[in-house]
């Protein structure tokens, strides 16, 4: 896995996240303090889990060799009771007959992301001398 970076460009919220060659933009909606120059960090965890649960599904589907055209999922989140509240609604795409989608529903839960989300989580946080650019390292 690639290492991300994660840059503030000096204004109150705007991230710049760097993944090998590609470039991401986060901020903060301007109701929310931002510049609404790129989307929230609850925003891209919704997408981490969207994107992996499609790509899982897929994976799956084509080595079953089942008809699954594409897949779409639509995701919310918000803080209930201390908790955070993930809604996924997904569409499956294709001629799969009703015990393919069952199935295929039961696989979103074992995506990667899902499993992350859903197990132990250990976050090792560490300071580092100040670095004129520590995109870098």
């Not at 909606?29 to 919704?46: I, N, S, Y």
Request: charged share 25%; net charge negative.
């Amino acid at each position: 896995m690639r290492d991300v970076r994660v840059t503030s460009d000096g204004t109150k919220f705007g991230q710049d996240i760097t993944i090998g060659t590609h470039r991401l933009r986060a901020d903060e909606d301007a109701d929310q303090g931002g510049g609404g120059t790129g989307v929230g960090p609850h925003e891209l965890l919704l997408g981490a889990l969207g994107a992996c649960t499609s790509m899982t599904l897929r994976l799956y589907a084509e080595r079953k060799g089942w008809p699954l055209a594409s897949v779409h999922v639509a995701l919310t989140g918000e803080a209930v009771d201390g908790k955070y509240a993930i809604t996924r609604a997904i569409t499956m795409v294709g001629d799969l007959d009703a015990e393919q989608r069952q199935r295929l529903l039961e696989i979103a839960d074992k995506c990667p992301v899902h499993r992350t989300l859903t197990g132990e989580v250990v976050i090792q946080t560490t300071a580092v001398p100040d670095e004129p650019d520590i995109t870098k390292r």
